[in-house]
Nanobody
Framework: QVQLVESGGGLVQPGGSLRLSCAASGIIFSSRYMGWFRQAPGKEREFVAKITTGGGTNYADSVKGRFTISRDNAKNTVYLQMNSLKPEDTAVYYC?????????WGQGTQVTVSS
């Protein structure tokens, strides 16, 4: 069974940084595109970033230049480095394959950007 476990969230001041991790099991990780998504209170879940099997990346316009997605196939882990955080980045962050599968959603990790 597929498990995606996110970690690394927390409370950070505007302008700060966080690094999220997502450990995957139950899939052939190296053969899958992976993505990060987020859901803010009262809003629908949205795409944040994706990384291909070859390391190519794409980002939502709202995070381009501030966030960096990466992967370590040896550790079956995908990362999201978040810099210059803004209050509007506050959300629960999830990883999933890309495109996502509903059955793969985990519990996510809360990121709160506030002074």
């Amino acid at each position: 069974q597929v498990q995606l476990v996110e970690s690394g969230g927390g409370l950070v001041q505007p302008g700060g940084s966080l690094r999220l991790s997502c450990a995957a099991s139950g899939i052939i990780f190296s053969s899958r595109y992976m993505g990060w998504f987020r859901q803010a209170p009262g809003k629908e879940r949205e795409f944040v970033a994706k990384i291909t099997t070859g390391g190519g990346t794409n980002y939502a316009d709202s995070v381009k230049g501030r966030f960096t997605i990466s992967r370590d196939n040896a550790k079956n882990t995908v990362y999201l480095q978040m810099n210059s955080l803004k209050p509007e980045d506050t959300a629960v962050y999830y990883c999933n394959t890309y495109p996502y599968r509903d059955a793969y959603w985990g519990q996510g990790t809360q990121v709160t950007v506030s002074s």
